[in-house]
């Protein structure tokens, strides 16, 4: 098991809604989202330039819906969806995506592996992703190039 699963608040929180009724899933959902960080937009009454649509992101997972009950139901299924595309992702991927998107010092041999992995597998990434792991595997090999051309 990956010990960082372990840590996932995701499947905790799912866990949770399906105990609470409708008021304790939305109270459950606004705790998330001030603990754990995201985004909670309720509709603002009549404010013409407000979409009049719930919003919530939490845990990477983001939903919208006309009312409570409907972007909690929304927000539930992409967590679910969310969930089973981790399921399906293969070992390494997730650490692959922090050393493309993350600022952080890591290796070129890392970083060819993390680029590597992610095109391989480029059915679990997002466009950006792809993209990203494109141009910098291009990146390290024009460095490459120029180093041994020196």
């Known amino acids: 098991?990956?010990?960082?699963?372990?840590?996932?608040?995701?499947?905790a929180t799912l866990i949770c809604l399906e105990t609470l009724g409708p008021?304790?899933?939305?109270?459950?959902?606004?705790l998330q989202v001030a603990t754990h960080g995201g985004h909670w937009k309720a509709p603002q009454g009549k404010d013409p330039w407000d979409d009049q649509l719930f919003d919530i992101k939490v845990h990477g997972v983001s939903a919208t819906g006309s009312d409570m009950d409907e972007v909690i139901r929304n927000w539930t299924r992409m967590a679910y969806g969310e969930l089973q595309a981790r399921a399906e992702r293969p070992d390494g991927f997730d650490r692959?995506?922090?050393i493309i998107t993350t600022p952080?010092?890591?290796?070129?041999p890392e970083a060819r592996a993390a680029c590597a992995l992610v095109i391989q597998h480029h059915t679990h990434a997002s466009a950006p992703l792809l993209r990203r792991a494109r141009a910098l595997s291009e990146a390290l090999d024009r460095a490459e190039a120029g180093g041994a051309a020196a």
Do not use: R
């Open 104 to 108: 952080a010092p890591t290796t070129i």
């Open 23 to 30: 008021a304790g899933q939305a109270d459950l959902l606004y």
């Open 96 to 98: 692959a995506v922090a």
């Open 1 to 11: 098991m990956n010990p960082a699963a372990l840590h996932d608040p995701l499947p």
